[in-house]
């Protein structure tokens, strides 16, 4: 592998450059970039015949339709599918409250969580946008909870500075008593300090995505601490591992670097049917011997949809009072496929 780096500075319209940048080099593959900045450049991939594996959970990708692009990366509306069946089936909430600021991030979140949430026979009993970075959201704690039937939970979501004020006022008017649901997040410790640890390991709870497979996770930490040195990844690492280990393997499978001719073969040996296989060597070995593969990756089982996205498995985390993180709640990919 010979790489290449090239900087999109978190801006789609940076990511133009960054992208011709890398096609003076001719790639075979691009990893990246994440699925803000990847609007920029999306519809270039397929007419410049490049292979492109990348990572980001926007909802805007859910149904998308270009054949050179894949999402190594579950979409955020599987995600908060989790929070809503979470809610529903784990907390018995039936009416729930939803806040979210206004950023595009967060308003991008609810029409995701508030369909899946309906879908199970949730009703939403109020919705408040309120603006990051205020001294005070008295006025609008006070309007969640002043309707005549009150949440029995709230979905939201945040910066933690926001939060710190947002749940300070909330405990000022008495209603710190009910689960407070949130994506990933919720499984940061600046958010558990911005509830305080000690109401946050009764009443936070956040999302996470479990290491699939365990010969997968071992081979892929066992590969970053040579890099790193720590066996301690940043969250998107995992998806970003396996999208090289597919593209080599579909290139091994198509016998060819030529992305027109390997493309096709990226399913082939990530989806099922197949002989299940964990690492790049013992899968790459299967195919030696003309065996059909199925690659079972660190971050989930990487099975691509007709619109080229990936489904996980997720688990709901909660903090202890010392500030450990601890799993309350495990949901199938399957199940949370079905919600949206």
């Known amino acids: 592998i010979n790489g290449t780096l090239a900087d999109t500075a978190g801006d789609?319209?940076?990511?133009?450059?960054?992208?011709?940048?890398?096609?003076?080099?001719?790639?075979?593959?691009?990893?990246?970039?994440?699925?803000?900045?990847?609007?920029?450049?999306?519809?270039?991939?397929?007419?410049?015949?490049?292979?492109?594996?990348?990572?980001?959970?926007?909802?805007?990708?859910?149904?998308?339709?270009?054949?050179?692009?894949?999402?190594?990366?579950?979409?955020?509306?599987?995600?908060?599918?989790?929070?809503?069946?979470?809610?529903?089936?784990?907390?018995g909430c039936h009416f729930a409250a939803e806040v979210y600021d206004s950023g595009p991030n967060a308003q991008a979140e609810?029409?995701?969580?508030?369909?899946?949430?309906q879908k199970l026979g949730?009703?939403?009993?109020?919705?408040?946008?309120?603006?990051?970075?205020?001294?005070?959201?008295?006025?609008?704690?006070?309007?969640?909870?002043?309707?005549?039937?009150k949440p029995q939970c709230?979905?939201?979501?945040?910066?933690?500075?926001?939060?710190?004020?947002?749940?300070?006022?909330?405990?000022?008017?008495?209603?710190?008593?009910?689960?407070f649901i949130t994506g990933d997040t919720g499984a940061s410790t600046q958010m558990a300090k911005a509830m305080g640890l000690s109401n946050a390991s009764k009443w936070l709870s956040g999302m996470a995505a479990p290491p699939a497979y365990a010969q997968s996770n071992a081979a892929f930490l066992s590969a970053y601490?040579?890099?790193?040195?720590?066996?301690k990844p940043?969250?998107?690492?995992?998806?970003m591992y396996d999208s090289v280990i597919i593209a080599a393997l579909a290139m091994d499978a198509a016998h060819s670097s030529n992305p027109?001719?390997?493309?096709?073969?990226?399913?082939?040996?990530?989806?099922?049917?197949?002989?299940?296989?964990?690492?790049?060597t013992s899968c790459a070995a299967l195919l030696k011997k003309g065996t059909k593969i199925n690659y079972q990756g660190a971050s989930g089982n990487e099975n691509f949809n007709k619109y080229h996205n990936v489904f996980s498995s997720f688990e709901v985390v909660k903090f202890t009072s010392s500030g450990g993180l601890k799993t309350v709640f495990t949901e199938p990919a399957s199940t949370l496929a079905k919600l949206y």
């Open 12 to 91: 789609p319209v940076d990511a133009v450059t960054a992208f011709h940048t890398l096609l003076l080099h001719n790639p075979a593959v691009i990893f990246g970039p994440s699925s803000l900045e990847i609007e920029g450049v999306i519809r270039q991939f397929g007419p410049d015949h490049v292979v492109d594996l990348m990572e980001g959970g926007t909802t805007q990708l859910d149904y998308m339709k270009y054949p050179y692009v894949y999402r190594v990366f579950p979409s955020d509306s599987e995600l908060l599918s989790g929070e809503a069946y979470y809610a529903y089936k784990g907390k």
């Open 110 to 117: 609810v029409g995701p969580v508030t369909r899946a949430y």
């Open 122 to 149: 949730g009703k939403i009993v109020s919705n408040t946008t309120i603006v990051a970075g205020q001294s005070s959201y008295l006025s609008s704690v006070a309007k969640i909870f002043s309707g005549a039937q």
């Open 154 to 179: 709230v979905f939201f979501h945040m910066d933690p500075q926001t939060a710190s004020t947002f749940f300070a006022n909330v405990s000022q008017l008495g209603h710190l008593n009910i689960p």
């Open 225 to 231: 601490q040579a890099v790193w040195h720590t066996n």
């Open 234 to 239: 940043l969250p998107a690492s995992p998806a």
């Open 260 to 280: 027109t001719v390997w493309r096709p073969f990226i399913t082939k040996v990530s989806n099922p049917p197949g002989t299940k296989c964990y690492t790049y």
